[in-house]
């Protein structure tokens, strides 16, 4: 009987835990804001990924297409960039993984340049609070107003 418990206890493990795990890692899908680090400042620019079921990347990284990999939290991406400010194109390569409050943080190498990047997706945008203004309200003709 012992023994049936702890299979029937493994087995509800793995079927919860598996989900829970997914859930915890959902991935990177969707819009990011990254900061990169560099000896002139900081740098930042907006991406958005696409993961396919075998952890392909795809997507954009400002105007570049993106290609690399994610699988376990980890992310290595390696596409051809254009950057206007070094007047080059060049192998960008984006190498980090996705820490415990969600953000991306790890290193960056383009040209003779590197650093250190975080990424964080962008807050949702709020929507402007509303206004007790009627604009498309008559005139009360008894307050002097010419009614529309």
Known sequence: ????????????????????????DAGISGKWHFVLETPGGDREVDADFTVDADGNV??????????GTYKDGKLALDFQF????????????????????????????????????????????????ASDAKPNAPADPHQGGAAI
């Open 82 to 129: 254009t950057s206007e400010e070094v007047g080059a194109t060049a192998a960008m390569k984006i190498d980090g993984k996705l820490n415990e409050t969600a953000a991306l943080a790890g290193d960056w190498a383009f040209t003779e340049y590197n650093g250190t990047y975080k990424a964080t997706r962008p807050a949702a945008a709020v929507p402007p609070p």
């Open 1 to 24: 009987m012992k023994r049936f418990l702890i299979i029937a206890a493994a087995m509800v493990f793995l079927v919860i835990g598996r989900p829970m795990a997914q859930a915890q």
């Open 58 to 67: 795809t997507g954009k990284w400002g105007n570049s297409d993106v290609a």
